[in-house]
């Protein structure tokens, strides 16, 4: 059983940081690219952040220069380091990895961390 646990969500005022994490656990092979997704009220999920295996990541373009996603392969675990925030940043953040097990390859989801930006 594979699970993804995300914390690190909270409430924050406008301009200033938070910092996520994803923590993969259970029985599994490989971890490739890990993502992260958001969904606000009313609003699609959206991809926020990705990263491969071999660190190469990449941000959507209304996160980049204020959100970084970096990761540690030897404890599994996923970050993303979210500063200047706003606002419209405010939605529910999910981590989702594509994994491979002994019997198959396949995308975990997280149960999400709620972020709010608000005076």
């Known amino acids: 059983q594979v699970q993804l646990v995300e914390s690190g969500g909270g409430l924050v005022q406008p301009g200033g940081s938070l910092r996520l994490s994803c923590a993969a656990s259970?029985?599994?092979?490989?971890?490739?690219?890990i993502s992260w997704y958001r969904q606000a009220p009313g609003k699609q999920r959206e991809l926020v952040a990705i990263?491969?295996?071999?660190?190469?990541?990449n941000s959507a373009d209304s996160v980049k220069g204020r959100f970084t996603i970096s990761r540690d392969n030897a404890k599994n675990t996923v970050w993303l380091q979210m500063n200047s925030l706003q606002p419209e940043d405010t939605a529910v953040y999910y981590c989702k990895a594509d994994i491979l097990t002994m019997s198959s390859r396949g995308d975990y989801w997280g149960q999400g961390t709620q972020v709010t930006v608000s005076p």
């Open positions: 259970g029985r599994f092979v490989t971890i490739y690219d």
């Open positions: 990263i491969t295996r071999a660190l190469s990541a």
